[in-house]
Structures are given as C-alpha cells and as structure tokens.
C-alpha cells in the first residue's frame, strides 16, 4: 500500500469546511464571502441514526450523475460501528462499507463525512487520500450539493498544500 502522505491535510482542510458550514448555520445566513466571491451554502444534512445514513447512501449511489461517473462502482452498505469518534470506509475484497458510529457522535453523522466515506468507495484510491480521491470527493459533493461545495473544497484543498 503506497504511504497516504496527504492524508493530514486533506483532513485539516476538510475541517476548514465543515467550520465554514457550521458557522453560516450558526449565523442563521447561508450567504458566506468567500475569499471576495459571494456563495451561498447549502444546508449541510445531519443525520440521527445509522439507518438515516444507509438510505442517503443509497440515494447518493442511485444518482444519475454519480452512475455517469462512476458506472463501475459496485454496491456499498452501511453498518454502524463501535467506535464513536468517527466514520471510515473499508473493502474486504468483496464488501464494501462505510462504518459510522451511532447518534452519540454527531461529528460524523454529517453530509460533508459521509460524502467523504463514499468518495473513498468510489475512487478506490492508493494512497486513499490522494489526487484521485481529492479530485473523485470534490466531483461527488458537487454532484450532490452543489457547485458552490466543489468550489469550496477545491479552493481550501489547494490552501492546505493538498494536490
């Protein structure tokens, strides 16, 4: 397995993000100046239950653009795992996953993480934070919530050095 050298900031700046969503929500004002351009947020979905994020994940899969994209891309479930700190994908060779924790952990039970999950699932990715996963997570979470959120990570990504 190649050595995933990005994978700290791909993080540091996906946290960027997610502060950038929490505080327009906070604000009640989608509107956000971003680096002198006017975008306007989309809501952000959270989700309270393991079963709420299998049928979105389910959704996202059945999407016409992302069967476009990704016509290859095989079946992924969702189970809820043990941990309840994070999310994370996983492929055994015949299944594919995203495991989250239950509703005691609403850091990951958020559109932007799960997105993230399925984007490792549709990139299959070496190292799994690399330019193909970077660029197959800012695809999908344009596809699925809009232009602006594609804008957004790709920006902040190319801030935090990450390719």
């Known amino acids: 397995m190649a050595r995933d050298t990005q994978r ?8 960027l993000v997610r502060t950038l969503f929490e505080r327009a929500e906070e604000r009640g004002n989608r509107a956000v100046d971003f680096f ?12 309270g239950s393991v079963d709420a994020v299998r049928r979105y994940v389910g959704d996202v899969m059945d999407l016409p653009s992302v069967r476009i994209r990704w016509p290859t891309a095989d079946p992924l479930t969702v189970r809820a795992r043990r941990g309840v700190t994070a999310a994370h994908y996983e ?28 984007a490792h699932h549709l990139s299959r990715a070496e190292p799994p934070h690399g ?9 999908l979470a344009e596809a699925v919530m809009g232009p602006e959120v594609g804008h957004v990570l790709r920006v902040v990504y190319a801030m935090e050095g990450v390719r």
């Open 8 to 15: 700290s900031k791909v993080y540091a700046a996906e946290q």
């Open 36 to 47: 002198g351009a006017q975008l306007t947020l989309p809501p952000e979905a959270r989700f």
């Open 91 to 118: 492929f055994d060779g015949s299944v594919a996953a995203v495991a989250v924790p239950d509703r005691r952990c609403t850091w990951a039970l958020r559109e932007l993480v799960v997105l993230h999950e399925i």
């Open 131 to 139: 330019p193909q996963f970077v660029a197959a997570f800012c695809e």
